[in-house]
């Protein structure tokens, strides 16, 4: 298999592990931002830590491919969560409280050589001149339930709409809504819709056909309801993803 059979879309995520002191806790999502020479791993804050499930990882994993002609070569690379018992990630956070989307910057240098991967960067954010239509099509690219290609290591892709006013602070939160089926393990991933313009300088570049990149997949959306006579909403939250250009300053 050559780079060239895979679409690059796939090649922005990689499959992320948290562990305690060497032990494996849970599986997650996560995808690569680049912003000038700096790169940074995505992903959502919950993954590092949840203070109301006790979940304190103090280091995570993730997977890399490191042979472009053969995407069955991965190794794993792992990165601590503090350093002098501070935290290494940054988080957001705005008048409304804490945004669940963190951000880790990554040490290029120590990244194996050859790596391969894509990023969005700058460019992949939407425009104020892009409009985003209520039900416009949406990618979620990740690792639902640890599932994905275990050969060539690939992130699985699922399709959805905008389920509410994108632009719009859902319940004056930082996030719209997606109808899209999700699972667990899919928290951190990007949420991705296909451009309407032309590619803007930069994007093409690192993703072809260009890709905007809107969002950052959290976790389910759901309402008091009784269980034995409603169903599930089926809606996600997905927090808006310029929020990434405050945290990678």
């Given at each position: 298999m050559t780079r060239w059979s895979v679409e690059p879309l796939l090649l922005t995520s990689a499959r992320l592990s948290t562990f305690r002191q060497g032990q494996i806790l849970t599986g997650a999502s996560g995808f690569f931002f680049r912003r000038d020479d700096r790169l940074f791993l995505v992903t959502s804050r919950h993954v590092l830590i949840d203070?109301?499930?006790?979940?304190?990882?103090?280091?995570?994993?993730?997977?890399?491919?490191?042979d472009a002609s053969d995407l069955a070569k991965s190794t794993g690379f792992s990165m601590p969560l503090y350093h002098d018992s501070k935290p290494v990630w940054r988080q957001g956070?705005?008048?409304?409280?804490?945004?669940d989307v963190a951000v880790i910057e990554i040490d290029g240098a120590a990244l194996p050589e050859p790596t391969i991967f894509r990023a969005f960067t700058p460019a992949h954010l939407p425009s104020g001149s892009e409009k985003i239509e209520t039900g416009a099509s949406l990618l979620v690219v990740g690792f639902p339930l640890g599932f994905h290609d275990t050969w060539h290591h690939m992130p699985v892709v699922r399709g959805g709409v905008i389920a509410s006013s994108f632009g719009l602070r859902f319940q004056g939160q930082g996030f719209f809504l997606t109808d899209v089926r999700t699972h667990r393990g899919a928290s951190g991933s990007p949420v991705v819709t296909r451009a309407a313009k032309p590619a803007r300088k930069g994007r093409a570049a690192a993703l072809d056909p260009p890709w905007l990149l809107i969002g950052v997949h959290s976790t389910r959306f759901d309402v008091a309801r009784d269980t034995e006579l409603d169903e599930a909403l089926g809606l996600n939250c997905a927090w808006y993803a310029d929020i990434l250009m405050s945290l990678t300053e």
């Amino acid at each position: 298999m050559t780079r060239w059979s895979v679409e690059p879309l796939l090649l922005t995520s990689a499959r992320l592990s948290t562990f305690r002191q060497g032990q494996i806790l849970t599986g997650a999502s996560g995808f690569f931002f680049r912003r000038d020479d700096r790169l940074f791993l995505v992903t959502s804050r919950h993954v590092l830590i949840d203070e109301a499930s006790g979940h304190f990882p103090d280091g995570i994993q993730i997977e890399l491919h490191v042979d472009a002609s053969d995407l069955a070569k991965s190794t794993g690379f792992s990165m601590p969560l503090y350093h002098d018992s501070k935290p290494v990630w940054r988080q957001g956070a705005d008048a409304s409280g804490e945004i669940d989307v963190a951000v880790i910057e990554i040490d290029g240098a120590a990244l194996p050589e050859p790596t391969i991967f894509r990023a969005f960067t700058p460019a992949h954010l939407p425009s104020g001149s892009e409009k985003i239509e209520t039900g416009a099509s949406l990618l979620v690219v990740g690792f639902p339930l640890g599932f994905h290609d275990t050969w060539h290591h690939m992130p699985v892709v699922r399709g959805g709409v905008i389920a509410s006013s994108f632009g719009l602070r859902f319940q004056g939160q930082g996030f719209f809504l997606t109808d899209v089926r999700t699972h667990r393990g899919a928290s951190g991933s990007p949420v991705v819709t296909r451009a309407a313009k032309p590619a803007r300088k930069g994007r093409a570049a690192a993703l072809d056909p260009p890709w905007l990149l809107i969002g950052v997949h959290s976790t389910r959306f759901d309402v008091a309801r009784d269980t034995e006579l409603d169903e599930a909403l089926g809606l996600n939250c997905a927090w808006y993803a310029d929020i990434l250009m405050s945290l990678t300053e």
